[in-house]
């Protein structure tokens, strides 16, 4: 049963303009999410996260936003860069440990 | 500092037949997770160690899966006997005690690709 669902498995987007990546989660205990970034024949790489006590978190040009009540969670990338090119992947934990994850959106950042 | 590291990279296999996967964490990383990744799916969680012991099985499929972690440092992952089902990516992770950092973050290796024939 997949509790984190990424509905879009792809985008394509300008360099220099916007990235919004989504994704829904079902389970309400899930308290601390993330987001993971993949290229080709690489392991994922953490990207960042953020807590379910908060609603947004920024970190350079990534900004993540958490909507409780909707059980809802996007990913900003302004602007966007060749290099931003890769599969995302939204994650999600109730006890630190144990993620579980979305099925990935692969971004492709065209010039 | 190394990162976690996985051998073999890739492993085509029949039906039938036992492979065994390695991990060797991040040194000083208590924390050790096995997940998988089938078909461009979603990558799913198969189990955590702490040190040497399993703190969570809950994603393992069946019993012809056996992972092991012994004296604490790298792991196993044995499938055996391997069916077409078992195909995917295998990644390993690993992370400190999170009462050391604000969060427990998990650094994954490259993944091993096993493809059963």
């Known amino acids: 049963d997949q509790q984190v669902k990424q509905n879009s498995p792809s985008l394509s987007v300008q360099e220099g303009r916007i990235s919004i990546l989504n994704c829904d989660y079902t389970?309400?205990?899930?308290?601390?999410f993330l987001w993971y970034k993949k290229y080709p024949a690489e392991g994922p790489t953490f990207l960042i996260s953020?807590?379910?006590?908060?609603d947004k978190n920024e970190d350079g040009r990534f900004t993540v936003f958490l909507n409780k009540s909707a059980k809802h969670l996007s990913l900003h990338i302004v602007p966007s860069q060749p290099g931003d090119s890769a599969v995302y992947f939204c994650?999600?934990?109730?006890?630190?440990?144990?993620?579980?994850f979305g099925a990935g959106t692969t971004v492709t950042v065209r010039a | 500092e190394a990162g976690v590291t996985q051998f073999p990279s890739h492993s085509v296999i029949e039906k039938g037949q036992t492979v065994t996967l390695r991990c060797d964490p991040i040194?000083?990383?208590?924390?050790l997770y096995w997940y998988r990744r089938v078909m461009g799916k979603e990558i799913k969680f198969l189990l955590h160690f702490v040190k040497e012991s399993k703190q969570d099985e809950s994603g393992m499929p069946n019993n012809r899966f056996l992972a092991e972690r012994t004296g604490g440092t790298y792991s196993t992952l044995k499938v055996q006997p391997a069916e077409l089902e078992d195909s995917g990516v295998y990644f390993c992770a690993s992370s400190q005690d999170p009462r050391e950092s604000s969060y427990n973050e998990q650094f994954f290796g490259p993944g091993t690709r096993l493809t059963v024939l």
């Open positions: 953020i807590s379910s006590i908060k």
């Open positions: 389970n309400s205990m899930f308290d601390y």
């Open positions: 994650a999600a934990s109730v006890d630190d440990y144990k993620l579980s």
């Open positions: 040194s000083g990383h208590d924390n």
